[in-house]
């Protein structure tokens, strides 16, 4: 693969932090307003939240740092993944199931409400195996899902049936493992249209509002933004990574760390690939993204050659035409991790109303915190379902995952 761009470069996809479109309060200077909701952070997780809560009607504020964030958002690689969500913990597996289930409505409203096509496309996903030995790691796995969860419809494939859709599939390929429920989407059109959604219904983004402050009332919340202040009966903290100092402020705790990954995306190419990897996948446009490094260094997004050549090499062993691409951006984003992976659902018992969402899979899981998880922060209480997500898990000692 050839590359436009020196390897050590970070370059990332930039999204304008106050388009005119959805930026509706740019000034509040001064301003206090009162809301039935706040929600703080601006990324998928709380845009997703925020428009869902809009949508039933709730006068909500989106409350978003902006560009100055890690923006877990911006570097999202864009999957809507079932497949392998869920091992040993049987509750994540079925939220991500339903979560996909319930994407094609979100995207539908979204385009209705919006205009903007996030490009959702669900035709099945497959994980490529390069060996033997990983077919067999692969097929364990699929097996003890199964067990454990229930069907998601994933199966096994031979190199002949996978062949049979990747007609340019490299010689290393011996297997696939294939889920019809996994698909793709864009995750910056995606944000785009959730703050947009939201403000066209009963919704107030105010961008570049970094929170100082969180008092808990006796009927409701009082968050501080420098000398502005919003009040809310109802709070979400959906801050990304900087939801581990934010929580502790209404008694929830959020013990989140960064895991970085890098991202290479190819020019504009002839159709190769329909079906979307959890390493690789082909744009509505034609571009090749490719990614899915997990790299503990702290807050650190560079990029480097090394990682960015290991990810080009096992791409052209699948796909062989990629090896004379030009690869036209590069960038390393941060995942928001707790510490075993999982999400983590919470609601304060010490200040009611005040809630917490994180996840690692903001695109996969849009659509359940869009059209679950905001009606039921709505209604006061998470369901039973969302129990096992509590962060009470990790002071009952669970090891990670």
């Given amino acids: 693969m050839s590359s436009e761009k020196?390897?050590?470069?970070?370059?990332?996809?930039?999204?304008?932090?106050?388009?005119?479109?959805?930026?509706?309060?740019?000034?509040?200077?001064?301003?206090?307003?009162?809301?039935?909701?706040?929600?703080?952070?601006?990324?998928?997780?709380?845009g997703a939240i925020a428009w869902g809560a809009a949508s039933a009607g709730a006068s909500t504020a989106l409350i978003d740092e902006g560009d100055i964030a890690f923006r877990a958002a911006r570097g999202n690689f864009g999957l809507v993944w079932v497949q392998s969500k869920g091992a040993g913990m049987?509750?994540?597996?079925?939220?991500?199931?339903?979560?996909?289930?319930?994407?094609?409505?979100?995207?539908?409203?979204?385009?209705?409400?919006?205009?903007?096509?996030?490009?959702?496309?669900?035709?099945?996903?497959?994980?490529?195996?390069?060996?033997?030995?990983?077919?067999?790691?692969?097929?364990?796995?699929?097996a003890r899902m199964h067990n454990e969860s229930g069907d998601?419809?994933?199966?096994?494939?031979?190199?002949?049936?996978?062949?049979?859709?990747?007609?340019?599939?490299?010689?290393?390929?011996?297997?696939?493992?294939?889920?019809?429920?996994?698909?793709?989407?864009?995750?910056?059109?995606?944000?785009?249209?959730?703050?947009?959604?939201?403000?066209?219904?009963?919704?107030?983004?105010?961008?570049?509002?970094?929170?100082?402050?969180?008092?808990?009332?006796?009927?409701?919340?009082?968050?501080?933004?420098?000398?502005?202040?919003?009040?809310?009966?109802?709070?979400?903290?959906?801050?990304?990574?900087?939801?581990?100092?934010?929580?502790?402020?209404?008694?929830?705790?959020?013990?989140?760390?960064?895991?970085r990954g890098q991202i290479l995306v190819t020019e504009r190419l002839r159709p190769l690939l329909l079906h979307p990897t959890h390493v690789m996948r082909q744009t509505q446009e034609g571009s090749m993204m490719l990614g899915d490094s997990q790299e503990d260094v702290g807050f650190d997004t560079s990029t480097s050659t090394k990682v960015i050549g290991e990810i080009a090499a096992r791409n052209v062993r699948v796909l062989p035409a990629l090896a004379d691409a030009r690869i036209i951006r590069i960038w390393g984003a941060l995942r928001v991790m707790s510490p075993d992976g999982f999400p983590i659902y919470d609601q304060s018992t010490r200040y009611p109303g005040a809630f917490a969402a994180t996840c690692h899979s903001g695109v996969t899981l849009a659509g359940a915190h869009a059209l679950a998880l905001a009606p039921a922060i709505l209604a006061g209480t998470l369901p039973e379902s969302l129990a096992a997500f509590s962060a009470s898990r990790f002071a009952a000692g669970e090891g990670a995952r």
């Avoid at 307003?33 to 998928?44: A, K, Q, T």
């Avoid at 079925?94 to 496309?121: F, I, N």
């Avoid at 995606?190 to 983004?205: D, N, Q």
């Avoid at 903290?237 to 502790?248: D, E, F, V, W």
Wanted: charged share 15%.
């Fill in 152 to 259: 998601a419809g994933t199966r096994m494939l031979d190199r002949n049936e996978v062949r049979a859709m990747v007609p340019g599939l490299g010689d290393a390929v011996v297997g696939a493992a294939f889920c019809p429920r996994d698909g793709h989407a864009n995750p910056l059109q995606l944000m785009r249209a959730l703050h947009s959604g939201m403000v066209s219904k009963s919704g107030t983004y105010f961008p570049g509002c970094t929170v100082t402050a969180i008092e808990p009332g006796s009927h409701a919340f009082t968050v501080r933004c420098g000398g502005e202040h919003f009040t809310a009966a109802k709070l979400v903290i959906a801050a990304g990574l900087g939801s581990r100092a934010l929580a502790p402020m209404v008694g929830l705790d959020m013990p989140v760390r960064p895991l």
């Fill in 90 to 142: 049987p509750p994540y597996a079925h939220w991500t199931r339903r979560s996909a289930d319930l994407w094609p409505r979100l995207a539908g409203a979204l385009q209705e409400t919006t205009g903007t096509d996030v490009a959702l496309h669900q035709p099945g996903g497959l994980v490529f195996c390069l060996s033997q030995s990983e077919f067999a790691d692969r097929a364990a796995l699929v």
């Fill in 6 to 46: 020196k390897h050590s470069a970070t370059v990332s996809p930039v999204v304008p932090s106050k388009p005119a479109r959805y930026t509706r309060h740019n000034d509040y200077t001064g301003m206090s307003r009162s809301f039935d909701i706040i929600v703080i952070g601006g990324g998928l997780v709380g």
